[in-house]
């Protein structure tokens, strides 16, 4: 069968989870396809716009958080918002693109892509079944614009809190984010260290910025190198911020103390052979760590998704969120002393979130399609 899955170029965090879950169909013996749902109408719609979304997040992320926030509280017209009645007008080049590729199911990971997707079945361009997929651990503005076959969540308690946005609750599966299935083919920590050239007799604390490098990052490796032992190797990973990467080069500490590395794909080879991770809240950063059984440190949230994100894994006792640098290298090294916290995070962890999301995903989607066909 084939299939297509359209995402958004803005930041990593959904071309991954639509790359994940493509994997996962191959794996079964199926064509799947990712595509950007802009590029495919207008290539220059996407680059304005992702990179519109770029510069905010890295510029003026307290106003990112702003609009965010506000989108919940958007007025409706005849039952969508205005960025549905945005989107729908470029729908029709869209429906072409499928029509040519002729898939047997469609999935999305971005609500652009759900939104012109409603447009067109509503409207009755397009016949297949369609299927959307959360990214972030938070319920998403505009998905209660969306009239689709199916939406995988991210846990059964976002199903729920989904089902009173507004989204038919028959629709919702929970099925956690999907990542890379290969994931979970080896979690032996030392021979992930031995993979990644690093020093099997250090103990490794990684921190990630994701894609863009985002965040106050040398504040948080300076806390982390005043209060960890000499024996732990901080690697941090710049994204595509090689500027960050050239200011952790000035700092000219000794490579067994301070690695610092630029974009790295897939990380989650390199998050395999550390003890902790510390990152920003992105959704499938956060379930590379949870499916890796890593235990999590976050840090940073900007406004809006992340600090949501953050929100819902504290308060379920899934990562630690600490109020500031300081906080986060004392959690850090306590971490490091005290096998028990990791533990009782992972058995939180067990508890709300679903494991092997992308097969599941890719296992329904192909169920239903087959149901659709017939």
Known sequence: MKFLIFSLSCGGGHDAAANATAEALRNEGHEAAVYDCYAVIRPSLSKAVCGGYVWLVKHLPWLFGLFYNASYRIPRLNGKTFVYDINKFEAKRLARFIHKENPDAILTTHIFSAQQLTHLKRNGEISQWIGGVITDYDVQPFWNDTEIDM????????????????????????????????????????????????????????????????????????????????????????????????????????????????????????????????????????????????????????????????????????????????????????????????????????????????????????????????
């Open 151 to 374: 939406i995988f969540t991210p846990t059964e308690s976002l199903s729920q809190r989904y089902e009173k946005f507004g989204v038919n609750g028959a629709a919702l599966v929970a099925s956690g984010i999907p990542v890379d299935p290969a994931i979970q083919s080896e979690r032996d920590i030392q021979k992930a260290k031995r993979e990644a050239g690093l020093d099997g007799n250090k103990r490794h604390v990684l921190v990630a910025g994701g894609s863009m490098g985002a965040g106050k990052m040398p504040s948080t490796v300076e806390a982390l190198l005043k209060r960890l032992s000499d024996d732990v190797q901080i690697i941090v990973v710049c994204g595509s911020n090689l500027k960050l990467k050239r200011k952790f080069a000035r700092m000219n500490l000794p490579e067994s103390r301070l690695k610092a590395e630029g974009f790295i794909k897939p990380l989650y080879k390199l998050m395999r052979a550390c003890d902790v991770v510390i990152s920003k809240p992105g959704g499938l950063s956060t379930t590379e760590a949870f499916e890796l059984e890593r235990p999590l440190v976050i840090v940073h949230p900007i406004q809006g998704v992340e600090s949501h994100n953050a929100q819902f894994l504290m308060e379920n006792g899934i990562a630690l969120c600490p109020k500031d640098d300081e906080e986060v290298a004392k959690s850090v090294n306590e971490i490091l002393k005290n096998p028990e916290i990791s533990k009782k995070m992972m058995e939180a962890r067990d508890r709300i979130i679903p494991s092997g999301a992308a097969k599941t995903i890719a296992k329904r989607t192909v169920e239903e399609a087959e149901k659709k066909i017939r």
